[in-house]
C-alpha cells in the first residue's frame, strides 16, 4: 500500500513538473522557430529566385533593363560641357522573377571637348565625346550634382582644388564631398577626391537618328 502510495506521488510529481516546464519550452521554441527559418534558404541554390517561382529568362543574363529612354537630341549637347539630366527606370529581373521592382535612376549626359573610351558607348571600343552617368553616388547612394564650374566644387564641396587640366566640369557628391572627373582621358568619372570606391554606375547609351537613348544602366551597386 505504502509502494503504491509512494508511486502515486512520483507520478504526480513528474507530472507537475512537465506541466511546469511547459512555458519554458514554448519560450525556447518562440525563440528559435525565427532562427530556423533564417538560417533556412528561401531560394533556388544558384539562382536567387523564390522556391516554386519560374526563373527569369537568364539566357538575356542579368542586367537591369529599363524600356530604353530618349533623353536629348544631339543639338542639345552640342556645347561641350554642356549637359542633361534624366531619369531612368530599370527592373531587376535577377531579384524578382515578376520583374516587377522597378527603381528609378537619375542620370546625367555630359558632352565632353575630347573623345573618351566609355564603357557605356559600343562597350568602350569606339571613343565618344558624350558620356552618361547614373548620378547615384557609388559610396553611400546620395544623388550627386553636375557641377560645370570647377569653381563651384572647390568653394561648395570641401575646398578641393583640382590640377590646371581638370578644371572643368566635375561631379560632386554633397553628403560626403565625392569629387570625380567625367573626362578623365582613361577612366572617365574617375575619383578625384573623397570616400568614393569607384566612378559612377555609366549608362549604356546608343544614338538613334540624332537622338540619345539610354537602355540600361550598369548592374550593381545602390539603386
Ligand atoms: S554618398 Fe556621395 S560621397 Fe558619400
Same mark, same amino acid.
Given at each position: 500500500? *505504502?509502494?503504491? =502510495?509512494?508511486?502515486?506521488?512520483?507520478?504526480?510529481?513528474?507530472?507537475?513538473?512537465?506541466?511546469?516546464?511547459?512555458?519554458? @519550452?514554448?519560450?525556447?521554441?518562440?525563440?528559435?522557430?525565427?532562427?530556423?527559418?533564417?538560417?533556412?534558404?528561401?531560394?533556388?541554390? $544558384?539562382?536567387?529566385?523564390? =522556391? $516554386?517561382? /519560374?526563373?527569369?529568362?537568364?539566357?538575356?543574363?542579368?542586367?537591369?533593363? #529599363?524600356?530604353?529612354?530618349?533623353?536629348?537630341?544631339?543639338?542639345?549637347?552640342?556645347?561641350?560641357?554642356?549637359?542633361?539630366?534624366? /531619369?531612368?527606370?530599370?527592373? &531587376?529581373? =535577377?531579384?524578382?522573377?515578376?520583374? *516587377?521592382? *522597378?527603381?528609378?535612376?537619375?542620370?546625367? *549626359?555630359?558632352?565632353?571637348?575630347?573623345?573618351? %573610351?566609355?564603357?557605356?558607348?559600343?562597350?568602350?571600343?569606339?571613343?565618344?565625346?558624350? /558620356?552618361?552617368?547614373?548620378?547615384?553616388?557609388?559610396?553611400?547612394?546620395?544623388?550627386?550634382?553636375? !557641377?560645370?564650374?570647377?569653381?563651384?566644387?572647390?568653394?561648395?564641396?570641401?575646398? &578641393?582644388?583640382?590640377?590646371?587640366?581638370?578644371?572643368?566640369?566635375?561631379?560632386?557628391?554633397?553628403?560626403?564631398?565625392?569629387?570625380?572627373?567625367?573626362?578623365? %582621358?582613361? @577612366?572617365?568619372?574617375?575619383?578625384?577626391?573623397?570616400?568614393?570606391?569607384?566612378?559612377? %554606375?555609366?549608362?549604356?547609351?546608343?544614338? %538613334?537618328? #540624332?537622338?540619345?537613348? !539610354?537602355?540600361?544602366?550598369?548592374? $550593381?551597386?545602390?539603386?
Amino acid at each position: 500500500m *505504502a509502494e503504491e =502510495q509512494k508511486a502515486k506521488g512520483v507520478n504526480r510529481r513528474t507530472f507537475l513538473q512537465l506541466v511546469a516546464s511547459i512555458p519554458a @519550452v514554448g519560450a525556447l521554441a518562440a525563440f528559435a522557430a525565427p532562427l530556423l527559418r533564417y538560417l533556412k534558404p528561401n531560394l533556388e541554390p $544558384g539562382l536567387g529566385v523564390p =522556391q $516554386g517561382k /519560374v526563373p527569369p529568362d537568364l539566357a538575356e543574363g542579368d542586367l537591369p533593363k #529599363g524600356e530604353p529612354l530618349p533623353i536629348a537630341r544631339l543639338e542639345e549637347l552640342a556645347e561641350p560641357w554642356s549637359s542633361k539630366f534624366f /531619369v531612368f527606370t530599370q527592373k &531587376y529581373p =535577377q531579384y524578382t522573377p515578376e520583374q *516587377a521592382k *522597378a527603381a528609378t535612376v537619375p542620370g546625367v *549626359a555630359i558632352r565632353l571637348p575630347w573623345k573618351v %573610351r566609355f564603357p557605356g558607348y559600343k562597350e568602350g571600343k569606339e571613343p565618344t565625346d558624350i /558620356v552618361v552617368f547614373s548620378r547615384i553616388c557609388p559610396h553611400l547612394g546620395c544623388i550627386f550634382n553636375y !557641377v560645370p564650374d570647377w569653381r563651384e566644387i572647390t568653394a561648395g564641396y570641401g575646398g &578641393y582644388v583640382p590640377p590646371p587640366e581638370r578644371r572643368h566640369g566635375l561631379l560632386g557628391c554633397p553628403c560626403h564631398l565625392s569629387i570625380y572627373d567625367p573626362a578623365d %582621358r582613361e @577612366v572617365p568619372g574617375r575619383v578625384l577626391s573623397g570616400p568614393a570606391p569607384r566612378p559612377p %554606375r555609366y549608362f549604356v547609351y546608343e544614338v %538613334r537618328n #540624332g537622338v540619345i537613348v !539610354v537602355t540600361a544602366v550598369e548592374p $550593381g551597386g545602390i539603386a
